[in-house]
């Protein structure tokens, strides 16, 4: 059996909730293009069908992404970690718990817009099931394009955003475990986590070298909305900074 030789770096993306890794894919062929081994996991419970969240905890989506970063761990020196809305706070665990060459916070999902989500506890047990948002972006066209071929549930387990907003909870403590040279970014628009999020991720990390990046024109679903080859650049010229 030939041995795969080692790379110098890889990457490891995280998805949110309750999304498809492709939601984050558009990061793919920048990945390609530089070289670098990546994985992007789908999360436990998300791109098969909505039910597949029922009794997913928050540790499952941990744990996933832990076997990702190990896998390429053992064949790279260095791992880079980036995270979108949820996958931002598995990102952050992931980080905390491995040595990472750097961390890349993509709207992290540390605070929420929608004004039910701090009642989530007591609705949980009563409405089983909450149907999504309809998908919002800046880019016209590329919304269209988004609603022929979705990219996240249209419902999901309400039970399992309660686990999303425990997490969500949980991970300001763990970010100052984090000591990687880390890259924040959020849009202003976002409708989904607020910017207050992407501020106190950056209040909350513990790097000495951390920075905060703001994009104006995009909504939630950065990687797939008109500013995305932008965000994309900006993601790899991060990752490969020496």
Same mark, same amino acid.
């Given at each position: 059996m030939v041995a @795969?030789?080692? #790379?110098?770096?890889? +990457?490891?993306?995280?998805?949110?909730?309750?999304a498809m890794p492709k939601t984050v894919g558009h990061l793919k062929p920048y990945l390609e293009r530089a070289g670098l081994p990546h994985e992007i996991p789908a999360l436990r419970g998300h791109a098969t069908v909505y039910t597949d969240l029922i009794g997913v905890q928050w540790q499952d989506w941990v744990t996933d992404a832990l076997s990702a970063y190990d896998r390429l761990a053992a064949q790279s020196a260095r791992v880079a970690v980036v995270g979108h809305s949820m996958g931002g706070l598995v990102a952050s665990h992931v980080a905390a *718990?491995?040595?990472?060459d750097s961390l890349t916070l993509v709207a992290p &999902?540390?605070?929420?817009?929608?004004?039910? &989500? /701090?009642?989530?506890?007591i609705l949980a047990p009563i409405i089983k099931v909450w149907? #999504? *948002?309809?998908? +919002?972006?800046?880019?016209?066209?590329?919304?269209?394009?988004?609603?022929?071929? !979705? *990219? @996240?549930?249209? $419902?999901f387990p309400t039970a399992a955003f309660a686990q999303l907003w425990a997490?969500?909870?949980?991970?300001?403590?763990?970010?100052?475990? +984090?000591?990687?040279? &880390?890259? +924040?970014?959020? #849009?202003?628009?976002?409708?989904?986590? !607020? /910017? *207050? &999020?992407?501020?106190?991720a950056l209040e909350r990390l513990g790097s000495k070298d951390k920075r905060l990046q703001?994009?104006?024109? #995009? $909504?939630?679903?950065?990687?797939?909305d008109g500013e995305r080859d932008a965000l994309c650049e900006l993601i790899l010229e991060f990752i490969l900074k020496p």
């Open positions: @795969t030789p080692m #790379s110098e770096l890889a +990457v490891l993306v995280c998805h949110g909730f309750p *718990a491995r040595p990472v &999902a540390l605070k929420f817009s929608h004004l039910l &989500a /701090p009642l989530v506890g149907k #999504s *948002a309809p998908p +919002v972006l800046w880019d016209a066209l590329l919304l269209e394009q988004l609603k022929k071929d !979705p *990219a @996240t549930y249209d $419902r997490f969500s909870k949980l991970t300001p403590d763990v970010l100052t475990r +984090v000591t990687a040279r &880390a890259l +924040v970014i959020h #849009s202003l628009r976002d409708e989904v986590i !607020p /910017p *207050a &999020a992407a501020d106190l703001w994009f104006t024109n #995009s $909504r939630h679903e950065m990687f797939c």
